[in-house]
C-alpha cells in the first residue's frame, strides 16, 4: 500500500532524528475527540523538550486526501489518539513508532479488543500502550438530543458521571458516551505513557 502513496516501502523510525508526538485529533465538538488537545500537546512539549521531542497538535481534515495522511502519518514516533477507526492509519507508521490509544471513561472493557491489537501490532513491529478511563465530556450532539431532554435533571447528571440511570436505557446511554462524547485526557497520566513510549523508542533517558 505505501507504494501507492509514493511513500517508502518499509519505513522505519529514524532514531537518530528528535522523536515527533503527534496528538492526533478530530475537529473540535466532534465526537471521540481530544477536548483538551492543544493544552495536552502543550503540556507534553513541555514535558519533552529535555528529549528533544517535538510535540505536535494535529486535527484531522476531513478533506485530506489518504497520500497527505500516509505522509503525515511516516513521519510519527509516537503517536497518540482516541480509540477508534483513525486508528487504521497506524498501518503508515514507520517500523519502532509507538501508539498510545487513549480509551474514555467507562469503556475499560475495550480493553480486551486492545489486547488483540497489540498482537497485531506487533508483527508489523509498532509499540502499543492504552490510556484507559480518560474523563468523558457530553457534547450538544447528545445533551441537546430529545432523548436526553426527555430524561429529568438528576437523569440527565448521572448520565453526565457516565452512570445509567434506568436498565431500559442502557443502549441509549451508550451510543450518548461512544458517539455523542469528547475525551479530556489527564495530562499527568499522558505523561507517564509517553514516558512508557520514549523508552520503547531508545529516547527514555535525561
Not at 482516541?82 to 472493557?109: S, T
Not at 513491529?125 to 450532539?141: F, N, R, S, V
Not at 445533551?143 to 434506568?166: G, I, K, N, W, Y
Request: hydrophobic share 45%.
Amino acid at each position: 500500500m505505501t507504494a501507492c502513496f509514493q511513500l517508502p516501502e518499509d519505513p522505519i523510525l529514524d532514531y537518530m532524528k528528535p522523536p515527533l508526538i503527534a496528538v492526533m485529533n478530530r475537529p473540535a465538538g466532534h465526537r471521540r475527540s481530544i477536548h483538551n488537545g492543544a493544552e495536552l500537546a502543550a503540556h507534553l512539549q513541555q514535558g519533552f523538550k529535555d528529549q528533544g521531542a517535538i510535540v505536535q497538535h494535529i486535527r484531522f481534515d476531513e478533506g485530506m486526501s489518504i497520500r497527505d495522511q500516509a505522509i503525515q502519518f511516516s513521519k510519527i514516533a509516537i503517536l497518540i489518539q482516541v480509540h477508534g477507526a483513525g486508528l487504521a492509519n497506524a498501518i503508515f507508521l514507520p517500523r519502532g513508532a509507538v501508539v498510545i490509544d487513549i480509551m474514555q471513561q467507562g469503556f475499560y472493557e475495550r480493553i480486551a479488543w486492545s489486547m488483540r491489537t497489540v498482537r497485531d501490532y506487533k508483527n508489523v513491529q509498532l509499540g502499543y500502550i492504552p490510556l484507559a478511563e480518560q474523563q468523558t465530556l457530553l457534547l450538544p450532539i447528545a445533551t441537546e438530543s430529545p432523548d436526553f431532554q426527555a430524561l429529568t435533571h438528576e437523569e440527565q447528571h448521572q448520565v453526565e458521571q457516565m452512570q445509567c440511570p434506568r436498565l431500559e436505557l442502557k443502549k441509549q446511554c451508550d451510543h450518548w458516551w461512544w458517539y455523542g462524547s469528547a475525551v479530556i485526557v489527564d495530562g499527568f497520566q499522558a505523561v507517564q505513557v509517553v514516558w512508557m513510549a520514549m523508552h520503547q523508542i531508545g529516547r527514555g533517558t535525561l
